[in-house]
Nanobody, 120 residues
Framework: QVQLQESAPGLVKPSQTLSLTCTVS??????????WNWIRQPPGKGLEWMGA???????YYNPSLKSRTSISRDTSKNQFTLQLTSVTPEDAAVYYC????????????WGQGTQVTVSS
């Protein structure tokens, strides 16, 4: 069973870059047809899909965040990473990583989520 665990700084200052890492266990991020996603939920709001990196290394981004978002991976560590630049208080949220099988639209495994606060 695939397990995902997010790691993040917790507190980021406005205008800084937020970096989050998802460590995957129980399966390889290069397994065919697996898609590795970043999703966030601001307080009081719904889930927002941010982007994904596929088993092939191809990346996909939410158009509304694309200019500030970069997703990469380290296959030797079985991790994938999200970088979000120029953060504002509106980027405060619980950030989740999630696995999709065959799609970036359906997720069958989730990390527990990590809270990120943006404040000076």
């Amino acid at each position: 069973q695939v397990q995902l665990q997010e790691s993040a700084p917790g507190l980021v200052k406005p205008s800084q870059t937020l970096s989050l890492t998802c460590t995957v266990s129980g399966g390889s991020i290069t397994t065919n047809n697996y898609y590795w996603n970043w999703i966030r939920q601001p307080p009081g709001k719904g889930l927002e899909w941010m982007g994904a990196i596929a088993y092939s290394g191809s990346t996909y981004y939410n158009p509304s965040l694309k200019s500030r978002t970069s997703i990469s991976r380290d296959t030797s560590k079985n991790q994938f990473t999200l970088q979000l630049t120029s953060v504002t208080p509106e980027d405060a949220a619980v950030y989740y990583c999630a696995k999709g099988a065959g799609s970036i639209l359906l997720y069958d495994s989730w990390g527990q989520g990590t809270q990120v606060t943006v404040s000076s």
